[in-house]
């Protein structure tokens, strides 16, 4: 992955990076911090999460002390009173992914006297008791702070976390704006479209039916590197944190997500309903049309955060446009 050195004053991405600098009033620079619940999984989005937090780390003097994923967080894991623990953002909060929501649950419970920043989230429950039950863990703790990607979810958040500092802030992934891409684009277009449980039905329909090549993480990575991801899961979990592979993570995920970004630079359109698809595209500066996932995330961090890149538009808006009106 290759970063540029200069772009074009004023563009709307410089914007969404300076903003994670607000994020430093929580966690100030050169602070001592835990950072729990990396990915160590083929969902590239989320790796893009985490090189962008990385980088924030880096950039700001912050001294990451430990790392642990949600296969080797350790019971009774002792953590040093004047240490900050940090929580991978994403778009986990809820309850369609509850391994990371138990994960976050229990740290907030097992550290009550610990400052405990969980980065930028998008909050789904399909379940209002689960919501419920979630909020009361985190409203007995009095130093949570809570970041959240969009409007909806930072009305959710501090109607239910009452007794946490909520913020509302852009993905993290934004730290690792500008990104060039290794070549000039050889074809036309990207499809890159959702093939999980947040899918929406008839997807396929939403496209404008031109030629393209189709992709999400799954087929992006091939068998051999599914296979290589699983085996570091396999080795975390076994090992509990006593074994040093956060630096081979590191480096394996590199290549990951400079595959990635390899793959989007041979396109001069992409279309896609993956968020970080769709940042990804922005931070390569690359024109793409975003398409919603199942529960309306996407749109909703369109129309927060990036609707004034020229380069990016939603489909319900290209649609609506097309057809005379505003979808």
């Not at 907030?108 to 980065?119: D, E, T």
Request: with cysteine; net charge positive; proline share 5%.
């Amino acid at each position: 992955m290759k970063t540029a050195t200069a772009t074009a004053p004023g563009h709307p991405m410089d914007e969404l990076k300076n903003r994670l600098r607000l994020i430093l009033n929580v966690i100030p620079p050169g602070s001592n911090v835990y950072y729990i619940d990396y990915p160590v999984y083929s969902n590239g989005g989320d790796l893009l999460i985490m090189k962008g937090t990385e980088a924030f780390f880096k950039e700001n003097g912050i001294r990451v002390r430990a790392r642990y994923s949600a296969f080797d967080f350790p019971d009774g894991l002792s953590v040093p009173k004047d240490h900050i623990i940090v929580l991978q953002g994403g778009g986990n909060f809820g309850d369609l992914y509850p391994v990371h929501q138990k994960l976050r649950e229990r740290v907030v419970a097992g550290y009550p006297k610990h400052r405990i920043v969980i980065l930028p989230q998008t909050i789904h429950y399909k379940d209002v008791r689960e919501f419920d039950r979630t909020a009361d863990i985190l409203n007995r703790h009095r130093d949570v702070h809570l970041y959240v990607r969009d409007t909806l979810s930072l009305d959710m958040a501090r109607d239910k976390f009452r007794r946490c500092n909520v913020y509302l802030s852009p993905d993290m992934a934004h730290q690792l704006w500008p990104i060039r891409g290794g070549s000039e684009p050889e074809r036309e277009l990207l499809r890159f479209m959702r093939t999980d449980i947040e899918k929406t039905a008839g997807q396929e329909r939403l496209t404008d039916g031109r030629a393209g090549d189709d992709l999400d993480w799954a087929t992006l990575y091939s068998r051999t590197e599914q296979r290589s991801i699983r085996v570091f899961g396999d080795v975390l979990r076994f090992s509990r944190g006593k074994l040093p592979m956060g630096k081979i993570w590191s480096k394996y995920s590199d290549r990951l997500v400079s595959k990635a970004v390899d793959r989007f630079a041979l396109y001069r359109t992409v279309q896609t309903s993956r968020l970080h698809g769709h940042i990804l595209s922005c931070l390569m500066d690359k024109p793409n049309v975003l398409f919603d996932n199942a529960y309306g995330k996407n749109g909703r961090y369109y129309r927060t955060w990036t609707q004034g890149i020229a380069s990016a538009k939603l489909a319900a808006e290209q649609a609506g446009m097309q057809s005379g009106g505003m979808a």
